[in-house]
């Protein structure tokens, strides 16, 4: 299938057709990983969801137990580096 690269905003996108997304399994909303490859461009769909990060997930039990100064430090820092791999990813 031959396509464009068109101009969205600030952006370029490829619009995919829908048939070819659903025989991979994908669907509008999706969240998506970009590799730049040596023959192209990979897009995989992401298995982490942003809401589900382990270091945040430990911040939430917060209001429910008392966890030491030294434990919420050290879950802040864990969510700010998963945030950053998954925005950098």
Known sequence: MITTI???????G??????????IGY???DKVIITV???GILV???T?????????????GYVKRHISDREME???KEAAVEKWNEKNS
Not at 6 to 12: A, I, R, T, Y
Not at 48 to 60: C, D, H, S, V
Request: proline share 5%; no cysteine.
């Open 44 to 46: 995989q769909k992401s």
């Open 48 to 60: 982490k969801q942003p809401n589900e990060l382990k270091a945040a997930g430990m911040l939430k």
């Open 27 to 29: 669907s509008t909303g």
């Open 74 to 76: 050290k879950a802040w």
């Open 37 to 39: 490859t040596e023959s």
């Open 14 to 23: 490829v619009r995919i057709p829908n048939d070819i997304l659903k025989s």
């Open 6 to 12: 068109s101009k969205w905003g600030n952006s370029q």
